[in-house]
């Protein structure tokens, strides 16, 4: 059961480059996340998706974007990346609401910017 | 808004130890109330959940009551197993039009069982 898969699980860039992380997952879920997560910040929502071509923005949304032009795939794209980006990126995705359904997470992706 | 505290880690136990994570939640509605588990090296997943005020959230030994008074979701558990090592997210999300969508997390608390 591949669940949900990310891609790349590292990457290091240097600053004002860009990179897409790509989201996968096999479950038929409407909803997708893209969340960061920083020591001692516990985890932060960027964008989500409630279902195909539909995007919404999250906590943190600023110098990200996000499109999912399939219903499986959810991808987070930094157009110019800065070293504040330094983070580990979990893709997540749910049947329903977070009020009543379950996420289910990626092992997450590294990213570094230098 | 909508936030949760959990009590700072790492927190270091010996096996067999009894274990209490302290969550508490500020929320502009009704939560859905959360704990969450992330093993080394791998993505969260679900421990357990409550819906509603009273209710209990158990699995793999760990439990967690609402209480809607103390605004409160503490994670315990009797016996602490080394296996048990991980970080413990509690989360909570809403229903309301907007942050019904989204899960708030707490910052986690780090769990080391020592054998």
């Known amino acids: 059961n591949a669940g949900v898969t990310q891609t790349p699980k590292f990457r290091v860039l240097k600053t004002g480059q860009s990179m897409t992380l790509l989201c996968a997952q096999d479950?038929?879920?409407?909803?997708m996340y893209w969340y960061r997560q920083d020591p001692g910040m516990g985890l932060r929502l960027i964008h989500y998706s409630v279902g195909e071509g539909t995007t919404a923005k999250g906590e943190v949304p600023d110098g990200y974007n996000v499109s999912r032009l399939k219903k499986q795939n959810f991808l987070l794209g930094l157009e110019s990346a800065a070293p504040s980006q330094t983070s580990v990126y979990f893709c997540?995705?749910?049947?329903?609401?977070?009020?009543?359904?379950?996420?289910?997470f990626g092992e997450g992706s590294r990213l570094t910017v230098l | 808004g909508n936030s949760v505290t959990q009590m700072e880690g790492p927190v270091t136990l010996s096996e067999e130890a009894f274990l209490t994570i302290n969550c508490t939640y500020t929320a502009t509605g009704y939560p859905s109330l959360f704990w969450y588990v992330q093993y080394p090296g791998e993505g969260l997943q679900l421990l357990l959940k409550a819906t509603k005020a009273d209710d209990k959230g158990s699995n793999k030994g760990f439990e967690a009551t609402y209480r809607k008074e103390t605004t409160s979701f503490h994670l315990e558990k009797g016996s602490v197993q080394v296996s048990d090592s991980a970080v413990y997210f509690c989360?909570?999300?809403?229903?309301?039009?907007?942050?019904?969508?989204?899960?708030?997390f707490g910052s986690g608390t780090q769990l080391t069982g020592l054998p």
């Open positions: 997540a995705s749910s049947a329903t609401s977070p009020t009543t359904g379950e996420l289910f």
């Open positions: 989360a909570l999300s809403v229903r309301s039009s907007g942050s019904a969508r989204q899960l708030t």
């Open positions: 479950m038929n879920h409407e909803y």
